[in-house]
Protein backbone atom coordinates (compact mmCIF):
# COMPACT_ATOMS: atom_id res chain seq x y z
CA UNK A 1 0.00 0.00 0.00
CA UNK A 2 2.46 2.43 0.98
CA UNK A 3 4.49 1.63 -2.23
CA UNK A 4 1.31 2.04 -3.88
CA UNK A 5 0.76 5.42 -2.54
CA UNK A 6 4.29 6.48 -3.11
CA UNK A 7 3.93 5.95 -6.93
CA UNK A 8 1.13 7.78 -7.05
CA UNK A 9 2.75 10.22 -5.43
CA UNK A 10 5.77 10.33 -7.55
CA UNK A 11 3.24 10.15 -10.88
CA UNK A 12 1.97 13.63 -9.91
CA UNK A 13 4.56 15.33 -9.23
CA UNK A 14 6.44 14.82 -12.67
CA UNK A 15 2.77 15.00 -14.50
CA UNK A 16 2.65 18.47 -12.83
CA UNK A 17 6.03 18.82 -13.57
CA UNK A 18 5.70 18.03 -17.45
CA UNK A 19 2.80 20.34 -17.45
CA UNK A 20 4.61 23.04 -15.73
CA UNK A 21 7.89 22.74 -18.22
CA UNK A 22 5.53 22.76 -21.09
CA UNK A 23 3.35 25.71 -20.20
CA UNK A 24 5.72 27.84 -18.46
CA UNK A 25 3.22 29.63 -16.39
CA UNK A 26 4.22 33.19 -14.77
CA UNK A 27 4.29 33.33 -11.03
CA UNK A 28 1.38 34.46 -8.98
CA UNK A 29 1.29 37.59 -6.86
CA UNK A 30 -0.79 35.75 -5.32
CA UNK A 31 -1.39 30.18 32.23
CA UNK A 32 -1.16 28.99 33.05
CA UNK A 33 -4.61 30.45 33.36
CA UNK A 34 -5.95 32.55 30.20
CA UNK A 35 -7.21 31.47 26.84
CA UNK A 36 -4.18 28.88 26.31
CA UNK A 37 -5.70 27.03 29.22
CA UNK A 38 -7.98 25.67 26.48
CA UNK A 39 -5.48 23.96 24.29
CA UNK A 40 -1.85 25.05 24.97
CA UNK A 41 1.05 25.87 22.76
CA UNK A 42 4.63 24.18 23.88
CA UNK A 43 6.97 26.04 21.41
CA UNK A 44 10.30 25.79 20.76
CA UNK A 45 12.67 28.96 20.45
CA UNK A 46 16.06 29.44 18.56
CA UNK A 47 16.95 32.61 20.59
CA UNK A 48 19.82 33.95 18.12
CA UNK A 49 16.82 34.07 15.64
CA UNK A 50 14.46 36.09 17.92
CA UNK A 51 16.16 39.71 18.10
CA UNK A 52 13.93 41.21 20.27
CA UNK A 53 10.96 40.49 22.32
CA UNK A 54 8.05 41.80 20.96
CA UNK A 55 7.00 39.14 18.84
CA UNK A 56 6.54 36.98 22.89
CA UNK A 57 4.83 39.79 23.88
CA UNK A 58 2.23 39.65 20.63
CA UNK A 59 1.44 35.90 20.99
CA UNK A 60 2.07 36.00 25.28
CA UNK A 61 -1.61 35.25 25.07
CA UNK A 62 -1.68 31.92 24.02
CA UNK A 63 2.12 31.03 24.41
CA UNK A 64 2.22 28.48 27.50
CA UNK A 65 5.74 27.27 27.05
CA UNK A 66 9.19 28.27 25.37
CA UNK A 67 11.87 25.50 24.90
CA UNK A 68 14.72 28.09 24.49
CA UNK A 69 17.69 27.11 22.31
CA UNK A 70 20.52 29.55 23.52
CA UNK A 71 21.78 31.54 26.67
CA UNK A 72 19.19 34.28 27.65
CA UNK A 73 19.79 35.57 30.22
CA UNK A 74 17.78 36.11 33.58
CA UNK A 75 15.81 38.97 32.86
CA UNK A 76 15.01 37.54 29.63
CA UNK A 77 13.12 34.05 31.54
CA UNK A 78 11.98 36.98 34.33
CA UNK A 79 10.30 38.75 31.53
CA UNK A 80 8.82 35.39 30.30
CA UNK A 81 7.64 34.66 33.80
CA UNK A 82 6.03 38.28 34.08
CA UNK A 83 4.37 37.49 30.65
CA UNK A 84 3.10 33.88 32.53
CA UNK A 85 4.81 31.69 30.42
CA UNK A 86 7.08 28.84 31.22
CA UNK A 87 10.51 28.78 30.06
CA UNK A 88 12.83 25.60 29.38
CA UNK A 89 16.55 25.50 28.89
CA UNK A 90 17.04 23.09 25.21
CA UNK A 91 19.41 20.50 25.28
CA UNK A 92 21.43 18.40 23.65
CA UNK A 93 24.40 16.19 23.79
CA UNK A 94 26.17 12.85 22.53
CA UNK A 95 27.07 9.53 24.54
CA UNK A 96 29.57 11.41 26.07
CA UNK A 97 27.08 13.43 28.39
CA UNK A 98 25.21 10.10 29.73
CA UNK A 99 27.74 6.68 29.51
CA UNK A 100 28.76 7.03 32.88
CA UNK A 101 27.42 7.22 36.16
CA UNK A 102 30.31 10.40 36.15
CA UNK A 103 29.12 11.69 33.20
CA UNK A 104 25.54 11.56 34.25
CA UNK A 105 26.46 13.48 37.05
CA UNK A 106 28.13 16.02 35.85
CA UNK A 107 25.17 16.73 32.79
CA UNK A 108 22.41 16.20 35.70
CA UNK A 109 24.52 19.41 37.90
CA UNK A 110 24.71 21.52 35.23
CA UNK A 111 20.79 21.20 34.49
CA UNK A 112 20.09 21.97 37.83
CA UNK A 113 22.43 24.75 37.93
CA UNK A 114 20.83 26.25 35.13
CA UNK A 115 17.43 25.60 36.94
CA UNK A 116 18.26 27.12 40.10
CA UNK A 117 20.50 29.87 39.52
CA UNK A 118 19.09 31.13 35.21
CA UNK A 119 15.66 30.38 36.90
CA UNK A 120 14.44 27.63 33.95
CA UNK A 121 10.93 26.29 35.07
CA UNK A 122 12.73 23.00 33.83
CA UNK A 123 14.52 20.95 31.11
CA UNK A 124 14.00 19.91 27.63
CA UNK A 125 16.32 16.90 26.37
CA UNK A 126 16.34 16.81 22.59
CA UNK A 127 19.29 14.20 22.27
CA UNK A 128 18.90 12.22 19.29
CA UNK A 129 20.33 9.18 17.34
CA UNK A 130 21.83 7.64 20.20
CA UNK A 131 23.51 4.04 19.35
CA UNK A 132 20.72 1.86 20.49
CA UNK A 133 23.00 0.26 22.80
CA UNK A 134 22.52 2.84 25.17
CA UNK A 135 18.74 2.07 26.44
CA UNK A 136 19.70 1.17 29.84
CA UNK A 137 21.86 3.44 30.47
CA UNK A 138 19.55 6.05 29.22
CA UNK A 139 16.68 5.01 30.79
CA UNK A 140 18.71 5.35 34.36
CA UNK A 141 19.79 8.95 32.95
CA UNK A 142 16.45 9.81 32.96
CA UNK A 143 15.38 8.31 36.04
CA UNK A 144 18.29 10.58 37.72
CA UNK A 145 17.30 13.73 35.97
CA UNK A 146 13.76 13.43 36.64
CA UNK A 147 13.91 12.79 40.16
CA UNK A 148 16.65 15.72 41.02
CA UNK A 149 14.39 18.09 38.93
CA UNK A 150 11.39 17.27 40.10
CA UNK A 151 13.03 17.48 43.97
CA UNK A 152 13.06 20.77 42.98
CA UNK A 153 10.43 21.73 41.62
CA UNK A 154 11.21 22.01 38.21
CA UNK A 155 10.05 20.14 35.07
CA UNK A 156 11.97 17.74 32.43
CA UNK A 157 10.76 17.74 28.96
CA UNK A 158 11.96 15.43 26.08
CA UNK A 159 11.75 15.81 22.17
CA UNK A 160 11.16 12.40 20.90
CA UNK A 161 10.51 10.84 16.95
CA UNK A 162 7.78 10.65 15.26
CA UNK A 163 7.30 6.66 14.47
CA UNK A 164 4.14 5.81 12.58
CA UNK A 165 5.47 3.36 10.37
CA UNK A 166 5.74 -0.47 10.62
CA UNK A 167 9.51 -0.48 10.13
CA UNK A 168 10.02 2.18 12.35
CA UNK A 169 7.76 0.72 15.05
CA UNK A 170 10.10 -1.21 17.05
CA UNK A 171 11.39 0.31 20.38
CA UNK A 172 14.97 -1.37 20.00
CA UNK A 173 15.65 0.81 17.31
CA UNK A 174 15.77 3.11 19.48
CA UNK A 175 18.15 4.61 21.95
CA UNK A 176 15.14 5.29 24.66
CA UNK A 177 11.86 3.10 25.59
CA UNK A 178 8.98 5.13 25.41
CA UNK A 179 7.50 3.55 28.21
CA UNK A 180 10.17 5.35 30.13
CA UNK A 181 10.22 8.69 29.13
CA UNK A 182 6.14 8.36 29.55
CA UNK A 183 7.36 7.44 33.51
CA UNK A 184 9.88 9.99 33.71
CA UNK A 185 9.21 13.29 31.82
CA UNK A 186 6.27 16.23 32.07
CA UNK A 187 5.79 16.80 28.92
CA UNK A 188 6.94 14.43 25.67
CA UNK A 189 7.62 16.78 22.13
CA UNK A 190 6.12 14.85 19.67
CA UNK A 191 8.85 15.85 16.41
CA UNK A 192 6.32 15.48 13.60
CA UNK A 193 8.25 16.38 10.79
CA UNK A 194 11.60 15.20 9.12
CA UNK A 195 9.26 12.66 7.35
CA UNK A 196 11.66 13.55 4.36
CA UNK A 197 14.58 15.00 5.23
CA UNK A 198 16.04 17.14 2.59
CA UNK A 199 19.43 16.97 2.35
CA UNK A 200 21.69 19.65 2.70
CA UNK A 201 23.78 21.43 -0.71
CA UNK A 202 26.46 18.89 -1.36
CA UNK A 203 26.75 18.20 2.17
CA UNK A 204 27.74 14.71 3.23
CA UNK A 205 26.28 14.87 6.69
CA UNK A 206 22.29 15.88 5.46
CA UNK A 207 23.08 13.47 2.77
CA UNK A 208 23.75 10.91 4.60
CA UNK A 209 21.10 11.28 7.40
CA UNK A 210 19.21 7.51 7.78
CA UNK A 211 15.61 9.80 6.67
CA UNK A 212 17.12 11.22 3.40
CA UNK A 213 15.25 8.47 1.76
CA UNK A 214 13.84 10.68 -1.32
CA UNK A 215 11.74 13.53 -2.43
CA UNK A 216 8.96 14.42 0.19
CA UNK A 217 7.56 16.95 2.40
CA UNK A 218 8.90 16.95 6.15
CA UNK A 219 5.58 16.44 7.51
CA UNK A 220 1.73 15.24 6.03
CA UNK A 221 -1.50 15.24 7.84
CA UNK A 222 -1.65 11.81 7.86
CA UNK A 223 1.79 10.63 8.82
CA UNK A 224 1.80 13.07 11.92
CA UNK A 225 -1.74 12.13 13.00
CA UNK A 226 -0.27 8.25 12.91
CA UNK A 227 2.94 9.53 15.01
CA UNK A 228 0.51 10.80 17.67
CA UNK A 229 -1.39 7.79 17.41
CA UNK A 230 1.89 5.62 18.18
CA UNK A 231 2.46 8.15 21.46
CA UNK A 232 -1.15 7.85 22.45
CA UNK A 233 -0.76 4.24 23.15
CA UNK A 234 2.40 4.20 24.70
CA UNK A 235 1.97 7.29 26.57
CA UNK A 236 -0.39 9.80 28.87
CA UNK A 237 -2.31 12.17 26.51
CA UNK A 238 -1.83 15.10 29.12
CA UNK A 239 1.83 14.88 28.30
CA UNK A 240 1.91 15.13 24.91
CA UNK A 241 2.71 18.37 22.79
CA UNK A 242 2.39 17.63 18.89
CA UNK A 243 5.66 19.76 17.79
CA UNK A 244 4.87 21.02 14.21
CA UNK A 245 7.26 22.07 11.42
CA UNK A 246 7.65 25.84 10.52
CA UNK A 247 9.82 24.91 7.64
CA UNK A 248 9.58 23.63 4.31
CA UNK A 249 11.78 21.35 1.81
CA UNK A 250 12.72 22.49 -1.36
CA UNK A 251 14.61 20.09 -3.86
CA UNK A 252 16.58 20.70 -7.07
CA UNK A 253 15.19 17.84 -9.99
CA UNK A 254 18.12 17.52 -11.77
CA UNK A 255 20.58 14.68 -12.24
CA UNK A 256 22.79 15.76 -9.21
CA UNK A 257 20.51 17.97 -7.74
CA UNK A 258 19.80 18.18 -3.77
CA UNK A 259 17.03 19.87 -1.02
CA UNK A 260 17.26 22.07 1.30
CA UNK A 261 15.08 23.12 4.66
CA UNK A 262 13.95 26.43 4.00
CA UNK A 263 12.17 28.45 6.87
CA UNK A 264 9.78 30.09 4.65
CA UNK A 265 5.99 29.26 3.51
CA UNK A 266 6.60 29.89 -0.22
CA UNK A 267 9.50 29.39 -2.81
CA UNK A 268 11.80 32.45 -1.94
CA UNK A 269 12.83 33.28 -5.48
CA UNK A 270 12.57 36.39 -7.57
CA UNK A 271 9.74 38.08 -8.82
CA UNK A 272 8.88 37.03 -11.95
CA UNK A 273 9.92 33.45 -11.61
CA UNK A 274 7.11 31.05 -13.56
CA UNK A 275 5.67 29.46 -10.32
CA UNK A 276 3.01 26.64 -10.18
CA UNK A 277 0.70 25.46 -7.26
CA UNK A 278 -1.15 22.65 -6.44
CA UNK A 279 -2.70 21.53 -3.10
CA UNK A 280 -1.86 17.76 -2.88
CA UNK A 281 -5.37 16.69 -0.85
CA UNK A 282 -3.97 13.20 0.74
CA UNK A 283 -0.88 14.82 2.44
CA UNK A 284 -2.97 18.20 2.93
CA UNK A 285 -0.13 20.82 2.30
CA UNK A 286 0.67 23.02 -0.77
CA UNK A 287 3.32 22.05 -3.70
CA UNK A 288 5.08 24.87 -5.82
CA UNK A 289 6.93 24.09 -9.14
CA UNK A 290 9.42 27.04 -10.14
CA UNK A 291 12.44 27.34 -12.57
CA UNK A 292 15.55 28.60 -11.68
CA UNK A 293 17.14 31.37 -13.42
CA UNK A 294 19.86 28.55 -14.39
CA UNK A 295 16.74 26.54 -15.59
CA UNK A 296 16.88 23.86 -13.34
CA UNK A 297 13.08 23.22 -12.29
CA UNK A 298 12.45 23.05 -8.31
CA UNK A 299 10.01 21.19 -6.28
CA UNK A 300 8.94 22.89 -3.17
CA UNK A 301 6.90 21.60 -0.07
CA UNK A 302 5.03 23.85 1.99
CA UNK A 303 4.35 24.51 5.56
CA UNK A 304 2.42 27.18 6.04
CA UNK A 305 -1.03 28.08 7.60
CA UNK A 306 -3.02 25.62 5.22
CA UNK A 307 -1.42 22.76 6.38
CA UNK A 308 -1.10 23.76 10.00
CA UNK A 309 -5.09 24.09 9.58
CA UNK A 310 -5.15 20.54 8.67
CA UNK A 311 -2.56 19.15 11.64
CA UNK A 312 -4.79 21.39 14.24
CA UNK A 313 -7.75 19.01 13.17
CA UNK A 314 -5.56 16.26 14.39
CA UNK A 315 -4.97 18.13 17.57
CA UNK A 316 -8.93 18.14 17.95
CA UNK A 317 -9.80 14.53 16.81
CA UNK A 318 -7.37 13.28 18.80
CA UNK A 319 -8.30 15.72 21.71
CA UNK A 320 -4.11 16.33 22.23
CA UNK A 321 -3.57 18.97 24.83
CA UNK A 322 -0.90 20.86 23.46
CA UNK A 323 1.34 21.64 19.98
CA UNK A 324 4.26 23.89 19.34
CA UNK A 325 6.46 24.61 16.43
CA UNK A 326 10.06 24.16 15.41
CA UNK A 327 10.69 26.72 15.46
CA UNK A 328 8.60 30.26 17.14
CA UNK A 329 10.55 32.58 14.83
CA UNK A 330 9.46 31.21 11.60
CA UNK A 331 6.04 30.70 11.78
CA UNK A 332 4.31 33.36 9.83
CA UNK A 333 1.65 35.57 10.39
CA UNK A 334 -0.74 33.99 8.29
CA UNK A 335 -0.39 30.69 10.70
CA UNK A 336 -0.96 32.85 13.64
CA UNK A 337 -3.89 34.38 12.47
CA UNK A 338 -4.95 30.50 12.12
CA UNK A 339 -3.95 29.45 15.04
CA UNK A 340 -5.68 32.42 17.01
CA UNK A 341 -8.85 31.98 14.65
CA UNK A 342 -9.01 27.54 15.82
CA UNK A 343 -8.40 28.73 19.23
CA UNK A 344 -11.08 31.27 19.65
CA UNK A 345 -13.51 28.33 18.29
CA UNK A 346 -12.97 26.02 21.35
Not at 65 to 77: A, D, Q, W, Y
Request: aromatic share 12%; with cysteine; glycine share 6%.
Amino acid sequence: MRMRLRLARQLLHWTMLTLFLAQSIPASGQALGRQKGRKRVDTWLVLDEEKGFARIEQYADILNSLSIFGNPSKEFIYRCHQLQIEVYQGVSGNASAIDTPAHRQDTLGEYLQACQVQGYDGIDLDFERLDPSLQDTYSEFLRQTSSALHAIGKKLSHSVSCYPNADRNSTHKTFYYPKVVAETCDLIRVMCYDMYWAPGQGDPQFIDHPDSQGIGPTSSYPWARAGMLFWLERAPREKLVMGLPAYSNDYALSPHGSGKQVYASKPQIQEGTPTQAAWLWYDRLSMYLYMERDGIPHIFYASDSESTKAHLETVDELNLPAFGFWHFSSVDEATWKVIRGWLNKK
